[in-house]
């Protein structure tokens, strides 16, 4: 299968047909693909088409509904297919006479039928092609089921080219006295990669400039970022040497003359030593630094030379994303980037984008997307998107363009969602009307996702929604997505309330209105969820039935793809691959999902004592182009299950009751046999004084939470005893460990206990309420096969050592224990505060989120919040105090542990969308005057 070509607009579409029509027999793919979302201008080029096909071309219009006659003859066409042109060599074919376009097969396959002979036709494409015959099928997406061997997809992109701002990229591309370095920011969905995407094609066609490295995250297709290595990087400016005549490679190649090869295998030795792995690891990021100094001196000597006569742009997206997740390159680049004082001499420039500006890049040009323009641009893309749904009232298709603005909150992400539920009549455009202003992406998916169920839940299509739901569901579960064979294979499941048939149920999916929310790619078919947003929408999503829901598909995959389940899977590095690399982040999902923690535990343990998982990941890193596995992947995953759960970082591993898994040899340990149990005065008389148990290095209390081993296997009823001597010698080592209640302290009773455990016996009203734990009681209990340690509520009015915080909206940068502390507080007057690790930053941002839920965000790699600042910067427009700060928080290593960063990417004042709103750069706004303290 050819790989899919990528146009933009009917203009480039039509010409990439037209090129495909003349092209010699055998000399292209006989079936064309024309996706992208339902549009007139698909129909528009398929007219023309058809129009300029020439005089002995019979041509087979497929509409919905079709005309009798093009059916007469699709049967004629699908009747030579089935008899066979045989005995001409590939190639040999008649020249093309037959031209054969269908103007919407998904509406063929859910309202019209007679989709099922073009779908036979075009899977017999070598067939076409010896018959003479070429067809072109418009659909949302080259996916339907299977796919043919010979196919070229042509996307009409009907996305909103944004002039003004491309004017400006491509008027600093050509201008050498212009800043050399240009910063796009602006929110997650404000069309930052659509920008650069745009733009890219803009420059590339500029005299005197060519784009030496392009890195831009493809929206259109939907496919994940993926990391530039340091040698992509440098590899791309030594081709862009390479084509002005100078070999860079070259220099390089003498630079390292006696010393190791730019890549070097990676040598990693693995044992077995009582559970721990011990490894050694070789990296080249001393040979990468010597190619970067490589590089500068290239680029000096192509100016002395008299060689910079054409300007080199590099275009780089997600640098906020870089810097997050430690993108390998971002050494690199910030290295590179530091050398701008000497950009105007080398002819360089570079256009990144970020959703704020790194502390670290201080000299650039910055474009905000989030400015005035912004409302502006997205009535105008909103206006076009509409002509669909209202043809006729220019004035009326305006309004409720604003309107889509107003309700987008300046996010093109948004508003292409509201533009689509009113194409498929989800919305309609006066419901518009009474739709609230969503916060973020996240909340308006929630919000699409119930209107999609009411929609189809009034017209009684409930297995339809249920199967959607359920495929959403599935789809969650991965971050990178799952192949077909896999989401088939799973679909198997019993009694379900959804279509049973999996390639129907996709075939009919793939024909709705879910079809943008998820792409398909690769030749395994990958299907994956369009936006991370879309993804944590689902998984917080209530299903309609509790068997199809994220919580449900989550536990099947766990229990049928991995070894922590009873279907006897081991792990596969290679047809497994997704198994092992994100079983860590499937089970951090389910730690934060409340319904059933404790199982959850349960499987991060037996991962852990598990060592095969490891020692799998560690021994087979595998080649380029794969999902990365190796020791670096083994870390990431235990820390997200650990940043979902921190009490994990506590638990004892090899501790486990009796009928648990088997786990790798513990290390060894010698325990003392248990003393028979005193009774009576002796022992008051003999019971020591014990100091009241603390956290580490402090006197403060330490309470148990229900995560805690000891705590737990109470909790769950795994806590059981052959004697009643063990059963209360683990009672005394709980007093021991945690703080407990007062009487307790004063009657130390041998037979029970009273703890304030975190995390437990809450209720939904506890959790509004920001209750974090509850008083309970453990005992000593006599049962059927011994003893055990029984957990019941206690009742007994107490204070709540915890009390809850009264509601505030937003967190203040003075008076916030958390916020008060931060690098990057324009008002810090208290020392940093440094965390020990990478989970104990991330759990301090999580409880900074459960305090202002309204006003904090989790995003990918970080978290975004608005913080009060009643000193904040005056509006030169009205005068007016800017006292919300747009602010990013980011978790950044330092020496000794981790801080959190606060990165203040605007100011404002009022609401967005209402009358008063105001909205400025944090560099526009450091050159205005503060309001003074009362």
């Known amino acids: 299968m050819s790989a899919p070509q990528t146009t933009v607009g009917a203009g480039e579409a039509l010409a990439a047909l037209r090129a495909w029509w003349s092209a010699p027999a055998g000399r292209v793919a006989p079936v064309v693909w024309l996706t992208g979302p339902p549009s007139p201008l698909k129909v528009q080029v398929l007219d023309v088409l058809a129009a300029e096909a020439g005089a002995g071309t019979e041509v087979i219009r497929v509409g919905a509904p079709a005309d009798p006659a093009a059916t007469l003859r699709m049967s004629a ?63 949302v997406r080259d996916t339907h089921l299977p796919v043919p061997s010979r196919t070229w997809t042509v996307e009409v992109r009907e996305r909103h080219r944004r002039v003004s701002r491309l004017d400006r990229i491509t008027a600093w591309a050509t201008d050498r006295s212009a800043h050399a370095v240009m910063l796009v920011t602006g929110a997650s969905g404000t069309g930052k990669s659509f920008l650069l995407d745009d733009a890219a094609d803009a420059i590339a066609v500029l005299p005197a400039v060519r784009i030496a490295h392009c890195s831009v995250r493809d929206w259109t297709r939907r496919d994940p970022p993926t990391w530039t290595a340091p040698v992509k990087l440098i590899q791309d400016m030594a081709d862009a040497f390479d084509a002005e005549g100078m070999s860079l490679t070259g220099l390089i190649g003498s630079l390292l003359t006696g010393r190791p090869q730019p890549v070097r295998d990676i040598d990693i030795s693995v044992v077995n030593n009582h559970g721990s792995v011990v490894g050694e690891q070789v990296t ?249 947003s879309l993804r944590e929408a689902v998984l917080g999503m ?75 990941c560690v021994a087979h890193p595998g080649p380029d182009g794969t999902l990365p596995l190796g020791p670096a992947r083994v870390v990431h995953q235990i820390e997200a299950m650990v940043e979902a759960d921190p009490s994990l970082a506590e638990q004892e591993l090899w501790t486990a009751p009796e009928g648990r898994p088997d786990s790798a040899p513990a290390p060894p340990a010698v325990h003392a046999s248990a003393p028979s149990r005193p009774s009576g005065l002796a022992t008051q008389a003999s019971r020591p004084k014990v100091k009241r148990p603390s956290r580490p290095g402090t006197s403060k209390p330490f309470y148990a939470r229900a995560g805690h081993k000891l705590i737990e296997e109470i909790l769950i009823g795994a806590a059981t005893f052959a004697t009643e001597a063990e059963a209360v010698d683990r009672l005394d080592r709980i007093r021991a460990t945690y703080t407990t209640a007062k009487e307790d302290e004063e009657s130390r009773s041998s037979d029970h206990v009273t703890l304030y455990i975190l995390d437990h016996g809450l209720t939904e009203e506890d959790r509004k309420g920001r209750v974090r734990g509850k008083y309970t009681r453990l005992s000593v209990r006599r049962d059927t096969v011994g003893w055990s340690l029984l957990a019941e509520p206690d009742s007994t009015p107490r204070g709540d050592p915890y009390p809850p915080r009264p509601d505030s909206p937003n967190p ?123």
């Not at 590939?90 to 039928?113: N, T």
């Not at 305006?398 to 996010?411: I, Y």
């Open 284 to 532: 080249a990021q001393e040979v990468a630094g010597a190619a970067a100094e490589t590089l500068y001196a290239a680029l000096a000597a192509r100016a002395t030379q008299g060689l910079a006569g054409t300007t080199l742009v590099m275009i780089v997206d997600a640098l906020d994303e870089w810097e997050a997740f430690g993108a390998p390159a971002l050494r690199t680049l910030r290295n590179l980037l530091g050398q701008h004082p000497q950009f105007a001499e080398w002819n360089l420039k570079v256009l990144v984008a970020s959703q704020y500006r790194p502390d670290w890049l201080e000299a650039a040009e910055e474009v905000h997307l989030g400015d005035g323009d912004a409302v502006a641009e997205i009535v105008d893309f909103a206006s076009t998107g509409l002509l669909e749904v209202l043809p006729d009232d220019e004035s009326d298709r305006r309004r409720k363009a604003e309107r889509v603005a107003e309700l987008s909150g300046g996010l093109f992400l948004v508003a292409a969602g509201y533009l689509h539920e009113l194409r498929q009549g989800i919305l309609s455009p006066d419901g518009l009307a009474g739709e609230p202003v969503a916060e973020n992406a996240v909340q308006y998916h929630r919000a699409a996702l119930s209107r999609l169920r009411r929609h189809y839940e009034a017209r009684q299509e409930l297995i339809e929604w249920r199967s959607m739901e359920r495929f959403l569901a599935m789809l969650s579960v991965l971050p990178h997505g799952r192949p077909l064979d896999d989401l088939l294979d799973a679909w198997e499941v019993a009694d379900l309330p959804v279509n049973p048939d999996g390639l129907n149920a996709l075939d009919r999916i793939a024909a709705g209105p879910l079809r943008p929310h998820y792409t398909v790619s690769g030749e395994e078919r990958t299907y994956r969820l369009g936006h991370s």
């Open 812 to 934: 203040n940068w003075g008076a916030d224990p958390l916020i008060s502390r931060l690098e990057g507080n324009p008002r810090r007057q208290k020392s940093l505060r440094t965390f020990a690790t990478h989970a104990d930053a991330h759990d301090a941002l999580q409880q900074l989120r459960r305090r202002y839920p309204k006003a904090v965000v989790e995003q990918t790699g970080k978290f975004s919040t608005h913080v009060y600042d009643p000193l904040g910067p005056l509006s030169p427009d009205t005068g007016r105090c800017l006292s919300i700060t747009e602010t990013a928080l980011l978790i950044v290593p330092v020496p000794g542990g981790f801080q959190i960063q606060a990165r203040i990417i605007g100011y404002k004042t009022g609401r967005k969308g209402q009358p008063g709103y105001e909205f400025h750069t944090a560099s526009e706004a450091a050159l205005y005057p503060r309001r003074r303290p009362r």
């Open 542 to 616: 209530e299903p309609s039935d509790h068997r199809t829901g994220p919580h449900a598909e989550r536990r099947r995959w766990i229990l049928t793809r991995t070894p922590l389940g009873p279907s006897g899977a081991a792990w596969d590095p290679v047809a497994g691959r997704a198994a092992l690399a994100d079983v860590g982040t499937v089970i951090a999902d389910a730690l934060r999902d409340r319904r059933k923690p404790q199982e959850a535990r349960v499987w991060a343990r037996t991962l852990l004592e598990r060592w095969d998982w490891a020692e799998t």
């Open 77 to 139: 066409l699908q009747d030579a297919v089935m008899g066979g042109v045989h005995g001409l060599p590939e190639g040999s074919g008649p020249p093309a006479s037959l031209l054969v376009l269908v103007d919407d097969l998904d509406l063929l396959i859910r309202s019209f039928g007679g989709h099922g002979t073009v779908l036979f036709a075009a899977r017999a494409s070598d067939a076409l092609d010896q018959l003479g015959c070429r067809m072109v099928v418009a659909s």
